[in-house]
Nanobody, 124 residues
Framework: QLQLVESGGGLVQPGGSLRLSCAAS????????IGWFRQAPGKEREGVSC????????YYADSVNGRFTISRDNAKNTVYLQMNSLKPEDTAVYYC?????????????????WGQGTQVTVSS
């Protein structure tokens, strides 16, 4: 069974950090693009970052560029999202997803497999 499982969410104060993990089972991430998306209450889901596991090329949305870092550990079949300098507007449910394509894109229809999401709340 193909599955993605996110973990690492929680409550953090503004300026703090969290690291999200996305672990895959049932398939190898080596030849997939893995994306992180988020959805805040009352807002549409948006792309945050993605990584092409074959060569490590990455993309970041302007809103997180310089604060978030996406990385992968192919041996552990896991992708991470390190989130620093968190802001209240980063509060959302964060999802990871896998796309069996060769370009690093946040275009959602390309993504075939989705995790269940993990809540990130940034509040004092």
């Amino acid at each position: 069974q193909l599955q993605l499982v996110e973990s690492g969410g929680g409550l953090v104060q503004p300026g703090g950090s969290l690291r999200l993990s996305c672990a895959a089972s049932g398939f190898t991430l080596d030849y997939y693009v893995i994306g992180w998306f988020r959805q805040a209450p009352g807002k549409e889901r948006e792309g945050v970052s993605c990584i092409r596991n074959s060569d490590g090329s990455t993309y970041y949305a302007d809103s997180v560029n310089g604060r978030f870092t996406i990385s992968r550990d192919n041996a552990k079949n896991t992708v991470y999202l390190q989130m620093n300098s968190l802001k209240p507007e980063d509060t959302a449910v964060y999802y990871c997803a896998a796309a069996g394509i060769t370009i690093a894109t946040m275009y959602e229809p390309h993504y075939d497999y989705w995790g269940q999401g993990t809540q990130v709340t940034v509040s004092s």
